[in-house]
């Protein structure tokens, strides 16, 4: 525990990284790993408890949408911009890319899990979709 009460938590880490949980909610970061490459993306989830909350802190990140069907329908996207809020409704199939900077912070409920977040294998054509958004920013273009 940091002076007055503050604790101070440094983000170093590539993937989902849980910070702080407490109570009902939890704050977590979402850094740049293989998994969030536009190439790697295969599969949406969906929450079916809780809205999740993303905030770009670094770099890029393009947020896709499933629709809240049974199963993902059409895809949509928005890039990401610094000091905008983006809520994922409860109920809605979504994933998301980053680049190498990339780093988002994410709030949602502590009990969010696999057992309440079901995930879907795409349809070549929604993984097309993905891909072709993606590509349409030369900062998604991989260096590896």
Same mark, same amino acid.
């Given at each position: 525990?940091?002076?007055?009460?503050?604790?101070?938590?440094?983000?170093?880490?590539?993937? @989902?990284?849980?910070?702080? +949980? @407490?109570?009902?909610?939890? %704050?977590?970061?979402?850094?740049?790993?293989? $998994?969030?490459?536009? $190439?790697?993306? %295969?599969?949406?989830? !969906?929450?079916? /408890?809780?809205? =999740?909350?993303?905030?770009?802190?670094?770099?890029?990140? %393009?947020?896709?949408?499933?629709?809240?069907?049974?199963?993902?329908?059409?895809?949509?996207?928005? !890039?990401? =911009?610094?000091?905008?809020? @983006?809520? %994922? !409704?409860?109920?809605?199939?979504?994933?998301?890319?980053?680049? =190498? /900077?990339?780093?988002?912070?994410?709030?949602?409920?502590? +009990?969010?899990? +696999? +057992?309440?977040?079901?995930? =879907?294998?795409?349809?070549?054509?929604?993984? /097309?979709?993905?891909?072709?958004?993606?590509?349409?920013?030369?900062?998604?273009?991989?260096?590896?």
């Amino acid at each position: 525990m940091g002076m007055n009460g503050i604790e101070r938590i440094k983000i170093q880490h590539q993937g @989902y990284l849980p910070l702080i +949980d @407490y109570e009902t909610w939890r %704050v977590a970061v979402l850094s740049y790993c293989l $998994d969030v490459r536009v $190439d790697q993306l %295969v599969t949406m989830q !969906k929450h079916l /408890e809780t809205d =999740e909350v993303f905030v770009l802190l670094e770099g890029n990140c %393009v947020l896709f949408s499933g629709g809240n069907g049974e199963h993902p329908e059409e895809i949509q996207w928005v !890039k990401m =911009e610094k000091n905008q809020l @983006y809520n %994922v !409704k409860k109920g809605v199939w979504h994933t998301h890319t980053l680049d =190498e /900077e990339g780093s988002v912070l994410i709030i949602e409920n502590q +009990d969010t899990t +696999d +057992d309440n977040s079901p995930t =879907e294998t795409l349809k070549e054509a929604q993984i /097309e979709a993905i891909r072709k958004a993606g590509d349409s920013f030369d900062i998604f273009c991989q260096k590896h």
